[in-house]
């Protein structure tokens, strides 16, 4: 599967060769990827980085979520995760991140809109949910311009960099679209 994303990039789920990839991507700006992210401390060799993709992909096997890596040509530029999709509530939850060379140019927000639309039209998804550290202005910006509504604060809801963080609460229904 790829998805057309801006005119030089697509969109393709991350497969276990793509771990030294990712694990490069995050070593390259970890610190800022550890302070924000849920996922990304673990992940600190490519066997941790494959098991990350393999979890992933059962995900997508399952039909209850994907991580779809942003590439240009060979480069992995950034990662748009669905973290769960429930059949009963038809709720999907997604997440987005960057390399730290490809922030500042609209790609966060390009990919999430492609994912948001594939999630609407091709999944029978009625609410999309975005969970952003309070502290994370850039996530909460692209929250906002995919079109999605601040709903409140999940208070602790992540253990992220060595403590429970608290999460502000984003949500894009299918009649908002
Ligand atoms: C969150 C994150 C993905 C946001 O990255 P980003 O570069 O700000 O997001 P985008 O690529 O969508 O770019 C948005 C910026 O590009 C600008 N932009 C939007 N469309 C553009 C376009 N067509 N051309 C040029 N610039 C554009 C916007 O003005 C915006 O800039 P501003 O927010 O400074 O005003 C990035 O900071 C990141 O990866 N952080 C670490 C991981 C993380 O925190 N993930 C979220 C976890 S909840």
Redesign the pocket.
Known sequence: MELACTADTVLRPLAPDDAAALLAVVEA?RE??D???RWSAPVQSVAAAREFIYAAAAREVEDTGFHWGIWRGEALL?GVPCWSIDPVHHVAEL??????T???????????KVAIAHLLRDRGVNRIE????VE?E??R???E?VGATYEGIRRESHWVGGAFRD?AVYALLARDA
């Open positions: 700006d800022t990827f302070r924000w992210l950034g997440g987005y991140w960057l390399a730290a490809a922030r500042g140019g609209g790609l966060a927000v390009t990919a999430t975005f969970q952003c550290r994370n850039p996530s910006r692209v929250a311009r999460h």
